[in-house]
């Protein structure tokens, strides 16, 4: 009973609370988009178009204009005036329509617009229940865009963080939003340090609940978890292979603190270096070539990188005593990490490998566990305001920043899943 009690396993469970989010920054050029309210989505709340422009909007790319009534309400079947639309000082337009199935169901068709070249972009007609609202307007925005921008969208793309009320802690997985909260794990000892397979399915993350860090994989698909690495002393920091068939993890059991390989299923162990000195959250690059990570052997936190098949490692920052928690964007060109400035705050901070350009992203002083999304735009983090633990996003340029926030709880260890196929 005293095991149950202890560590409360969930699936498709409902958390207690939603993240809100508040756009305290935006990007200096947003291109005007016109979002028309979709003809007939009054049937399924909140309206189709809410939820697309509150996407685009969050992104700092885009900017909804605000209409009068239009009558009759354009669809994906109108004839476009595009000299009305520019008029109206839109670069794009996206108009649709939500008609009711009868098998219960509804059909939700768009078509998107670029104004100013004066031609259709494409559309898509999805079939979707009630349950589907925001999955479905998700997809819609990730094609606005795709087209606009010419990169993928993250709208259908999920968090996981870990949310602390209490002495209870709670790993929860989200959409990108906050919206649609469920609750993977629950336990009353810490859990900490969260990272998505790269096919989106599966979860490592490090748990307290035998009074000792231990490693787990976790699946998303039917809520069964495995033990990775529960060796001797601390395991910890696991980070996956860009393959998602092996994982680095931090073992004490040799000393000190060591980095090495694994397989997922928790077999085939290797150490990666040979050191006296503390190696710590490791990371791949995205071609597997690399691996970053945070050591003292130079006398101070510092961020270093080692070839993956074994050698010298490389100190890669050199401005400051203190440098942390390396992510390297999907890209592979830039690093974000947490510094400590000459003041004492704790600050995400972009590290440019081409040209080793430092730039400090975010004005907050106690910034932690940065997380790229998959597109490389934003950066998920967790930092602290009155006291209490929010997460933060912002984006790679450092112009436009964001607030997610819980009606309760302290909310750390965010992880930005990635794009799911």
Same mark, same amino acid.
């Given at each position: 009973?005293?095991?149950?009690?202890?560590?409360?396993?969930?699936?498709?469970?409902?958390?207690?609370?939603?993240?809100?989010?508040?756009?305290?920054?935006?990007?200096?050029?947003?291109?005007?988009?016109?979002?028309?309210?979709?003809?007939?989505?009054?049937?399924?709340?909140?309206?189709?178009?809410?939820?697309?422009?509150?996407?685009?909007?969050?992104?700092?790319?885009?900017?909804?204009?605000?209409?009068?009534?239009?009558?009759?309400?354009?669809?994906?079947?109108?004839?476009?005036?595009?000299?009305?639309?520019?008029?109206?000082?839109?670069?794009?337009?996206?108009?649709?329509?939500?008609?009711?199935?009868?098998?219960?169901?509804?059909?939700?068709?768009?078509?998107?617009?670029?104004?100013?070249?004066?031609?259709?972009?494409?559309?898509?007609?999805?079939?979707?229940?009630?349950?589907?609202?925001?999955?479905?307007?998700?997809?819609?925005?990730?094609?606005?865009?795709?087209?606009?921008?010419?990169?993928?969208?993250?709208?259908?793309?999920?968090?996981?963080?870990?949310?602390?009320?209490?002495?209870?802690?709670?790993?929860?997985?989200?959409?990108? &939003? $906050?919206? /649609?909260?469920?609750?993977?794990?629950? #336990?009353?000892?810490?859990?900490?340090? @969260?990272?998505? +397979? %790269? !096919? *989106?399915?599966?979860?490592?993350?490090?748990?307290?609940?035998?009074?000792?860090?231990?490693?787990?994989?976790?699946?998303?698909?039917?809520?069964?978890?495995?033990?990775?690495?529960?060796?001797?002393?601390?395991?910890?920091?696991?980070?996956?292979?860009?393959?998602?068939?092996?994982?680095?993890?931090?073992?004490?059991?040799?000393?000190?603190?060591?980095?090495?390989?694994?397989?997922? &299923? $928790?077999? /085939?162990?290797?150490?990666?270096?040979? #050191?006296?000195?503390?190696?710590?959250? @490791?990371?791949? +690059? %995205? !071609? *597997?070539?690399?691996?970053?990570?945070?050591?003292?052997?130079?006398?101070?936190?510092?961020?270093?990188?080692?070839?993956?098949?074994?050698?010298?490692?490389?100190?890669?920052?050199?401005?400051?005593?203190?440098?942390?928690?390396?992510?390297?964007?999907?890209?592979?060109?830039?690093?974000?990490?947490?510094?400590?400035?000459?003041?004492?705050?704790?600050?995400?901070?972009?590290?440019?490998?081409?040209?080793?350009?430092?730039?400090?992203?975010?004005?907050?002083?106690?910034?932690?566990? @940065?997380?790229? +999304? %998959?597109? *490389?735009?934003?950066?998920?983090?967790?930092?602290?305001?009155?006291?209490?633990?929010?997460?933060?996003?912002?984006?790679?340029?450092?112009?436009?920043?964001?607030?997610?926030?819980?009606?309760?709880?302290?909310?750390?260890?965010?992880?930005?899943?990635?794009?799911?196929?």
């Amino acid at each position: 009973m005293i095991r149950l009690l202890a560590v409360l396993l969930f699936w498709v469970t409902a958390a207690h609370a939603q993240l809100s989010i508040e756009i305290t920054g935006a990007g200096a050029q947003r291109i005007p988009v016109a979002l028309v309210p979709f003809a007939g989505e009054n049937a399924l709340q909140p309206g189709i178009s809410t939820i697309i422009r509150a996407d685009l909007e969050r992104s700092g790319l885009f900017r909804g204009l605000e209409l009068p009534p239009i009558v009759p309400e354009p669809t994906e079947a109108t004839n476009i005036n595009y000299a009305e639309w520019r008029s109206r000082l839109a670069d794009a337009l996206l108009v649709g329509s939500v008609t009711p199935r009868p098998d219960g169901r509804f059909e939700a068709r768009f078509r998107l617009y670029d104004v100013v070249k004066q031609q259709p972009l494409g559309g898509v007609a999805y079939t979707l229940g009630k349950e589907q609202l925001r999955a479905t307007a998700h997809r819609i925005s990730d094609f606005v865009y795709e087209k606009l921008t010419g990169e993928k969208g993250v709208f259908s793309t999920r968090i996981a963080y870990v949310v602390k009320r209490g002495n209870r802690y709670e790993l929860q997985i989200s959409d990108y &939003d $906050g919206a /649609g909260a469920e609750t993977a794990l629950a #336990s009353f000892e810490p859990i900490i340090s @969260p990272v998505w +397979s %790269p !096919d *989106g399915k599966r979860l490592a993350y490090v748990s307290f609940e035998n009074k000792k860090p231990v490693v787990y994989v976790h699946s998303l698909v039917d809520g069964k978890r495995r033990v990775i690495a529960n060796f001797k002393g601390s395991n910890s920091a696991p980070a996956w292979t860009p393959d998602g068939s092996r994982l680095a993890v931090v073992l004490s059991r040799e000393g000190g603190s060591q980095m090495f390989m694994i397989n997922a &299923d $928790g077999t /085939g162990l290797r150490r990666l270096a040979t #050191s006296t000195s503390i190696d710590t959250e @490791p990371r791949f +690059s %995205p !071609d *597997g070539q690399w691996i970053y990570f945070t050591s003292d052997r130079g006398g101070t936190p510092q961020l270093y990188r080692m070839p993956a098949a074994g050698g010298e490692p490389q100190r890669i920052t050199f401005e400051g005593s203190y440098n942390v928690t390396p992510r390297i964007s999907p890209d592979g060109k830039t690093i974000a990490y947490i510094t400590r400035n000459s003041a004492g705050k704790f600050q995400v901070a972009m590290l440019d490998l081409s040209n080793r350009q430092v730039q400090i992203l975010t004005d907050s002083d106690r910034d932690e566990s @940065p997380s790229f +999304s %998959p597109n *490389g735009r934003m950066i998920l983090l967790a930092t602290v305001i009155n006291e209490r633990g929010v997460l933060s996003a912002v984006s790679a340029d450092g112009r436009v920043k964001q607030r997610l926030s819980t009606a309760a709880g302290d909310v750390r260890e965010p992880a930005w899943g990635p794009f799911i196929e």
